[in-house]
């Protein structure tokens, strides 16, 4: 039995969790759940975005699925999606993006899982006003070969055991001589010890380019935090948007998986939210955990259901609501 601390979140946080919990049950998970609270939901609750309860029990039990949390745009709190990222060192964000049959999109070939460094970058938070008059502001992107050195071996790893044939490094070591330009160093060390897996480096506005015109020649991509922010939401982006593609953010002893898409409160409690990119997320929270069966088993029920139009969500073009969904995959599974 493992035990999972779950964060329901902000807006329709709740009901998509709702139903990732029942159709997990229903599939045999082994799983013991502990609820916890963050984001503007606890905020509201009790004036603190990351309640120093929840740390205590993610730190206790090492593992957590969260729902989307509200951030405040250009003031309040931060984001306490970094917080948790920096907080339990999860250096390595994870978002496969896999083209579902009965989903409308123009790339019917896209299979890519991007591996984004999770806690450096322009998001380390750096950042200070250069003059008294605030008209003048600096943000400090750190990156350092420790933390290249481990996402980028993550990425390799992943290729090895699923048998992937190609890492793309995505940089911009041309401007960003020493920042990037260390990353991409690492890059090329680390892949002469994987001679069976073919490997290029592309500069980022290249990249993004060629995702767009050219999407199926990428395999495993890895990059660093800001370009994999970006990245990742556009890979979503071709096979149907946010609300299809899980995340796992993975560290030495913690794990968090997580839907990456907003809290959308305009639609909280009216039955249109899409739970499948929280449940793709917990789906690769059990193969971390090792139930793998489980987790193949609902990720082909997902596949199933998205294919049919009646019992799916408006943002897939469907005419049903999470609960109809929900119930489909239960009954394929």
Known sequence: MSEVVLIQGDGIGPEISEAVVAILKAAGADITWVPATAGMTAYEQSGNPLPDDTITLIDKHRYALKGPLTTPVGKGFRS?????????????????????????TPFPKVDLVMFRENTQGLYSGIERWANEAKTHAESIA????????????????????????RVTLVHKANILKLTTGLFLDVGREISAQYPEIEFEDIIIDNMAMQMVIRPERFDVVVTTNLFGDILSDLASGLVGGLGL???????????????????????????KANPTALLLSAVMMLEHLGQVDCARRIEAAVHRALADK??????VGGKGTTATYADAVIQLL
């Open 80 to 104: 306490i999606n970094v917080g948790l990222r920096q907080r339990f060192q999860l250096y390595a964000n994870i978002r496969p993006a896999k083209r579902f049959v009965g989903v409308h």
């Open 142 to 165: 750190v990156v350092t070969r420790e933390a290249s050195e481990d996402i980028i071996r993550a990425a390799f790893d992943y290729a090895r055991q699923n048998s992937r044939r």
């Open 245 to 271: 593609t899980g995340s796992a953010n993975i560290g030495r002893h913690h794990a968090i998986f997580e839907a990456v898409h907003g809290s959308a409160p305009d639609i909280a409690g009216q039955g």
């Open 310 to 315: 009646i019992i799916c969500t408006p943002d």
